[in-house]
């Protein structure tokens, strides 16, 4: 899209980008199929862009195997929808998305995995290509359209990229980025709820995924500026458990080493992160604390 | 006007001795040129002509020297940081501190970074406590305990900012050494010494002091504002920590956020120990209960201890009902960038990128900005070493930075085999 005169880009002028779950792994099992769930999603994203006509679209399509840009609305050679029947996004998406689909597909053949070990979605490569897309917006000058990000996503959470997801939450939170998600699997994403929350994004579970379309329209499609005046789902209640490192279990207690953070179910004799060797625990510790609590009378 | 410039000029390397004299002649219009020194942002280029200085690859390789500076020093394969830390932060606020040659006054300009310090330091250090001393009359005051709010801590130095009398590098070290001593083994101990005076005045020997600092394993780094000290470096060196002197505003920022990052960890410094701790889990934003910190009945957030059920309102804290120190998940892996580094990006070489049998990407990897053509110039691309996808100069500061996370390689499931991605 050509630059837009300075004037338009007023509060409510959005940049969206979209990460798209496409692991083939998640859509075998779901109820919603894969066609009816994109045509969904496209009509979304028509709305977004038929919203403001200087609103930018930017999908990623999160795979199991790879992650890949699949489309940008502004480098489209013919925006909107007035070339006949099928706009110009619906056409250029759908082509690029099968070509990435294959490729991921090939990706897991070349590898021979087992099965079990890719049920997730490669989420913190989408996330860090977005942020590094919106970073690049920032450069370009103060007038930008504000950036977010909406991550729709049904696998599940893949422990293995707890510390990139986390990396990638905060770098976001810094650039105040809000990260949206809408989570259309069968449990509650730790991962998303997370990132949600500490973003000040808005983190919803669809009911009825049939509505797929309503959910994303009435509680995605606003922009920054207008959400201070609506009533957006509230959060019930965001799951900040850990998982520890020695056995990638979830757990509401437990222990940490004093020089990496690093979290354990149970007591052991050595930091398996950082090889520290450890004294003995608990007794010192309280009586140090309750020393320094003293102080303060004294 | 040429006259004012050309002596401005010529007396610059003794800026301190006749600032007056010099500041007298010239008058307020021509100062602020002479004190922007606007002429360094310009440079000429092959015609003739006045260019604003090329400043990313400027940036980049300063950016390059300082990450290359991290890397050598993380040399060990497993990676050891003190990052619980207990810092003290003393800043002088005797006479010196009100001289001007830092503007408004070095007072104002300690301060603004201090607090940005204090940001930053509890951004990258979740666990760790920080108090302000500050040194006034040759007295140590103590401005505020230790504690992890930096919001508290700002509006006590923000409101205490005066100066009077002399400096004393002792009274500040007895007082720090007083608290620091209690505080648990598995912390580390260090005290930051903003230091403006070119004296240390006082009540007994002060290498006495030192010694008993370094036999309670404080780490002392000192940042001088004015000049070298003799005994601020004997300090620095007894105790392990780092000395260095601010030439200008920028300099001085850059030093004190050097001290942000959790420092190597030092064995005999802290004992390793395993701290048991709880993570409770957010309640939703409709539900009721009464917390245990201010005793009220609260609709909405709040946490509960997950030994007792106790509500409490904010993390991180301590369990008033049964002692569990209670964290946020996310708070602790706010830190785990430092554990689990990315590597440095290698510059692609300009053979590489004139050999035309090479088929190499044409955009970022990261932000899909395309790449210019490559001519002459400068590569103005980097490639990671572990999953070779190409990145801009932008995306590479930025992914080291702040995301810590290489998009490259966390795109690709098994990257870490060596795969080529791009056939
Ligand atoms: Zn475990
Ligand atoms: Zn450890
Ligand atoms: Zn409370
Ligand atoms: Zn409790
Ligand atoms: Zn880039
Ligand atoms: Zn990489």
């Known amino acids: ?298 | 006007m040429n006259n004012g410039n050309g002596r401005r000029l010529n007396g610059e390397t003794e800026e301190d001795d006749d600032d007056e004299g010099s500041e007298g002649d010239l008058d307020a219009w021509e100062r602020t040129y002479a004190d922007e020194r606007s002429w360094e942002s310009l440079q000429e280029d092959e015609s003739g002509l006045l260019r604003p200085v090329d400043n990313t690859t400027l940036y980049h390789a300063q950016y390059r020297r300082r990450i290359r500076s991290l890397s050598s020093q993380a040399t060990t394969a497993r990676i050891q940081k003190g990052l619980i830390r207990y810092l003290y932060i003393v800043v002088d606020l005797s006479r010196a501190a009100a001289e001007m040659d830092y503007r408004p006054s070095r007072m104002a300009v300690v301060a603004k970074h201090v607090e940005a310090f204090i940001r930053e330091f509890f951004d990258q250090n979740p666990l760790s406590q920080l108090g302000l001393v500050t040194i006034k009359d040759g007295i140590a005051h103590c401005l505020t305990d230790l504690g992890g709010s930096p919001e508290s801590h700002v509006k006590a130095l923000m409101g205490k900012l005066e100066c009077s009398g002399e400096s004393s590098l002792q009274n500040a070290l007895d007082l720090v050494h007083g608290y620091l001593n209690q505080i648990p083994s598995y912390g580390h101990r260090e005290v930051l010494i903003l230091y403006s005076a070119l004296s240390t005045c006082d009540p007994g020997d002060i290498l006495e002091t030192i010694q008993k600092c370094k036999k309670s394993k404080m780490r002392c780094s000192v940042i001088g504002i004015s000049a070298e000290i003799f005994i601020c470096k004997h300090l620095c060196q007894e105790t392990g920590g780092s000395y260095s002197v601010a030439m200008d505003e920028s300099h001085f920022k850059e030093l004190i956020l050097e001290h942000a990052p959790p420092p190597p960890a030092i064995a005999e410094f802290a004992i390793a120990n395993l701290i048991k701790m709880g993570f409770p889990q957010r309640a939703a934003e409709s539900s009721i209960a009464i917390c245990s910190c201010h005793k009220e009945a609260k609709v909405g957030g709040g946490y509960t201890c997950p030994r007792c059920k106790a509500r409490v309102c904010e993390l991180p804290t301590e369990c008033r009902i049964c002692g569990l120190t209670l964290i946020s998940s996310p708070h602790l892996a706010r830190s785990y960038h430092h554990l689990f580094p990315i590597v440095p990006f290698d510059e692609v070489s300009p053979s590489v990128l004139n050999d035309p049998h090479n088929r190499l990407p044409r955009s970022c990897f990261g932000c899909q900005q395309s790449f210019p053509n490559p001519g002459n110039k400068p590569s103005l691309r980097v490639a990671c070493p572990k999953c070779k996808q190409h990145f801009c100069l932008d995306c590479d500061i930025y992914i080291h930075e702040s995301l810590h996370n290489c998009p490259g390689c966390e795109s690709f499931r098994h990257s870490k085999s060596p795969i080529a991605t791009e056939e």
């Open chain 1, 1 to 298: 899209m050509p630059s837009a005169p300075t004037k338009l880009y007023a509060d409510d002028v959005s940049l969206l980008v979209v990460l798209l779950d496409t692991n083939p792994f998640f859509w075998s099992t779901s109820s919603l199929p894969f066609s009816k769930f994109l045509s969904h999603v496209l009509s979304f994203l028509n709305s977004i862009l038929l919203l403001n006509q200087i609103n930018q679209i930017v999908v990623i399509a999160t795979g199991c195997n790879s992650c890949d840009y699949i489309y940008d609305s502004s480098l489209s050679t013919n925006p909107g929808i007035e070339n006949g029947k099928l706009p110009a996004l619906c056409s250029e998406l759908l082509k690029k998305l099968e070509d990435f689909v294959t490729r991921d597909e090939q990706l897991n053949k070349q590898h021979s995995l087992p099965p079990t070990t890719t049920s997730s979605s490669l989420l913190s490569g989408s996330l860090s290509m977005a942020l590094c897309y919106i970073q690049r917006v920032f450069r370009s000058g103060p007038l930008r359209p504000h950036p977010r990000i909406l991550c729709v996503q049904g696998s599940s959470d893949g422990p293995e990229q707890y510390v990139a997801i986390m990396n990638s939450i905060f770098s976001a939170q810094r650039s105040m980025v809000p990260i949206d998600s809408c989570y259309i699997g069968s449990n509650n994403s730790a991962f998303l709820q997370q990132a949600s929350y500490i973003t000040g994004g808005v983190y919803q579970k669809p009911q009825q995924l049939d509505g797929l379309f309503q959910y994303l329209s009435t509680v995605f499609a606003t922009d920054l500026h207008s959400r201070a005046f609506l009533q957006l789902p509230k959060s019930v209640g965001v799951d900040f458990r850990a998982s520890c490192f020695c056995h990638k279990k979830t757990i509401d207690m437990g222990y940490i080493c004093s020089v990496c953070l690093s979290i354990f179910c149970k007591h052991h004799k050595k930091c398996s992160t950082c090889g520290s060797v450890f004294g003995q625990a608990q007794s010192d510790v309280a009586s140090a604390s309750n020393l320094k609590r003293k102080t303060p009378e004294t």
